[in-house]
């Protein structure tokens, strides 16, 4: 998995939001999500089991929960406006097909998280984003999300930037195919 962000980026802490699980099973970094549910729970407040680790040893004896986190996001779509970005892939197993639940410092190190954790959400900041080919961004064209989960190049009509933009551009690709982009999704 290609990351879709460079190492400079420029944000606060306080923009990032902490109380997400991502619904897919994989994701990159600098994946536009909004929510996908309330994050409230009214059937039951209790924290439910999202898996049972010690299932695959037949032992009866032995029980390792992994508690499910109920507020979800999913990857935007063409026309929404997201909450924000993931700051982290999430994938279930590392370059070698180890599952890197049982190995966090390869996932602390290459900042990935597995499915059903929590996934940082940067909501305001400065990057620099990966830009899909055929996308041509440039001071005055707007972030916007394109097709399922992707970064494109949207531009004002009449004076008036898209509903769904939620950054700007503030220069051209460079050789590798990033750009960087001013973005704020509280606005």
Known sequence: MSSNFKPLRDYSEHD?????????????KATPVVIANSGVKTENMLPTVYSNLA?????????????????????????????????????????????LLYDKQRKAEAQALVSGEVVPIVTKGLFHLLVPSGETPAPG????????????VGQATSGVAPAAAFGQ???????????????????
């Open 55 to 99: 299932a695959g040893f037949n032992n009866g004896n032995i029980y390792s929960p992994r508690w499910e986190v109920y507020p979800a996001v999913r990857k935007a779509v063409t026309g929404e406006k997201p909450l924000g970005l993931t700051l982290y892939d999430v994938k279930e197993v590392n370059q070698w097909g180890y599952p």
């Open 169 to 187: 551009w503030l220069g051209p690709k460079d050789a590798d195919g990033y750009a960087f982009a001013q973005i704020n999704c509280y606005v």
């Open 141 to 152: 064209k707007f972030v916007m999300v394109k097709g399922t989960g992707d970064i494109g």
């Open 16 to 28: 990032v939001l902490n109380f997400f699980k991502l619904v897919d099973q994989t994701g990159a």
